[in-house]
């Protein structure tokens, strides 16, 4: 059964600091990997998805990557900002279509 | 470009009352997918239907049902309902590409259901 985890799963970082979050998959045999972020009570906001052809995403101050020998992925954020400080999850597909998702990474950025 | 929809966006019911949830998917997406996310919980997988059939079921309890229809929309019924059926439902909908298996899953905004 694949299972995964997110480490760390809380952060409390200063602002302008470049920040790592990890996402580790049972099962290494990953398809589509996504990042989402979720805010308090609020729904999913998708970050960056990684199909299965494609090892890397960048958006703006985001880089995800995906090692689908260990599978493991890193979300790297850079120049953190207040408005990062968020709940990120990272959610893969392996076999099935369904999305498992990582237990989180609660990150607050302080000002 | 048109998002997932889902409706209502909050709900509120009493213990062992009825609640129907409706997805309406991207435009020729045919494939929908459920989650329920628990309070401070990761969301959790529960079933998901292509073209309008069961293609595969999570730990979705025996009191919920779902289906797809013919506009591709999707239903979650969920009765006798319980405390610990508060939650977050999430769905998601994506164009099967059985072959490629280049699946994107959209998500909707999700709706938030309180059982009292």
């Known amino acids: 059964k694949q299972e995964v985890t997110q480490i760390p799963a809380a952060l409390s970082v200063p602002e302008g600091e470049n920040l790592v979050l990890n996402c580790s998959f049972t099962?290494?045999?990953?398809?589509?990997l996504q990042w989402f972020r979720q805010d308090p009570g609020k729904g999913l906001t998708s970050l960056l998805l990684?199909?299965?052809?494609?090892r890397e995403q960048t958006s703006g101050r985001l880089n995800a990557s995906l090692d689908k020998s260990s599978g493991r992925s890193t979300l790297y954020i850079a120049a953190s900002q207040p408005g990062d400080s968020a709940t990120y999850l990272c959610?893969?597909?392996?076999?099935?279509?369904?999305?498992?998702f990582g237990t989180g990474t609660r990150l607050k950025v302080l000002a | 470009a048109a998002g997932v929809i889902q409706s209502p966006r909050h709900l509120i019911k009493e213990k062992r009352e009825t609640a129907t949830l409706k997805c309406y998917p991207i435009?020729?997406?045919?494939?929908v997918y459920w989650y329920q996310q628990g309070p401070g919980q990761d969301p959790q997988f529960l079933i998901s239907?292509?073209?309008?059939?069961?293609?595969d079921k999570g730990s979705i309890p025996d009191r919920f049902s779902a289906q797809q229809f013919s506009d591709y929309h999707s239903e979650l019924n969920m009765s006798s309902l319980e405390l610990g059926d508060s939650a977050l439902y999430f769905c998601?909908?994506?164009?099967?590409?059985?072959?490629?298996?280049?699946?994107?899953?959209?998500f909707g905004p999700g709706t938030r259901l309180l059982v009292l």
């Open positions: 998601a909908s994506s164009l099967g590409d059985r072959f490629a298996n280049q699946e994107t899953q959209y």
């Open positions: 099962d290494s045999a990953i398809y589509n």
């Open positions: 990684i199909q299965s052809s494609q």
């Open positions: 959610a893969g597909t392996s076999g099935t279509y369904k999305y498992i």
């Open positions: 435009p020729r997406h045919d494939t």
């Open positions: 239907f292509y073209e309008k059939m069961q293609s």
